[in-house]
């Protein structure tokens, strides 16, 4: 009877021994667990709150830099330019919507100063084109640069400077 016994006790304390073992395993697995994720996560949350202190900077004009370098900003030209266009098989009727992309708030005053000068420019550099030329992506991109270079010279006569960065089209329709 007492070999019984002794064989119960050994077999309840292995036992014991295993749920033991068991939880520790588990333990050191969520804390590596844990640790991972603070390691690789915890640096990320530090470069986000980096990032939300430097929007913050910008929004109250702390680090702005000015003139030239300054901040994007968007000048839209009040209306569309609406023009035909020869094509090789007919004329085509097109419109474009166009925003400027200048820098800094000196140059956005400037911009939108000149307004009638910057519309007939545009439309002149439009109209000059081609429907055949305006179908294919490097058509228009080659009318947007070539917008843009007559644009900047028209404002560098009339301002005496460059204001204008990019011709960005905001919409583009032919028939």
Same mark, same amino acid.
């Given at each position: 009877?007492a070999?019984?016994?002794?064989?119960k006790?050994?077999?309840?304390?292995?036992?014991?021994?295993?749920i033991?073992?068991?939880?520790?395993?588990?333990?050191?697995?969520?804390?590596?667990?844990?640790?991972?994720?603070?390691?690789?996560?915890?640096g990320k949350?530090?470069?986000?709150?980096d *990032?939300?202190?430097?929007?913050?900077?910008?929004?109250s004009?702390?680090?702005?830099?000015?003139?030239?370098?300054?901040n994007a900003?968007?000048?839209?030209m009040?209306?569309?330019?609406?023009?035909n266009?020869p *094509?090789?098989?007919r004329d085509?009727?097109?419109?474009?919507?166009?925003?400027?992309l200048?820098?800094?708030?000196?140059?956005?005053?400037v911009a939108q100063?000149?307004?009638?000068?910057?519309?007939?420019?545009l439309?002149?550099?439009?109209?000059?084109?081609?429907?055949?030329?305006m179908?294919?992506?490097?058509?228009?991109?080659?009318?947007?640069n070539?917008?843009?270079?007559?644009?900047?010279?028209a404002?560098?006569?009339v301002?005496g400077?460059v204001?204008v960065e990019e011709v960005?089209f905001?919409s583009?329709?032919m028939?």
């Amino acid at each position: 009877m007492a070999a019984d016994d002794d064989l119960k006790l050994t077999e309840s304390k292995w036992g014991l021994k295993k749920i033991i073992l068991l939880a520790s395993a588990v333990v050191v697995v969520l804390i590596v667990a844990a640790g991972a994720y603070f390691y690789f996560l915890g640096g990320k949350s530090a470069e986000s709150a980096d *990032g939300a202190e430097a929007v913050a900077n910008q929004a109250s004009g702390e680090n702005r830099p000015t003139g030239p370098e300054g901040n994007a900003l968007y000048v839209a030209m009040p209306r569309p330019f609406v023009f035909n266009v020869p *094509g090789s098989a007919r004329d085509r009727l097109v419109q474009i919507k166009v925003q400027l992309l200048v820098r800094g708030s000196n140059n956005e005053t400037v911009a939108q100063r000149h307004i009638p000068l910057i519309e007939a420019s545009l439309l002149e550099s439009f109209s000059s084109a081609s429907a055949d030329e305006m179908v294919t992506t490097t058509g228009k991109d080659a009318l947007k640069n070539k917008a843009l270079s007559d644009l900047q010279q028209a404002l560098l006569e009339v301002a005496g400077t460059v204001v204008v960065e990019e011709v960005l089209f905001t919409s583009f329709v032919m028939q």
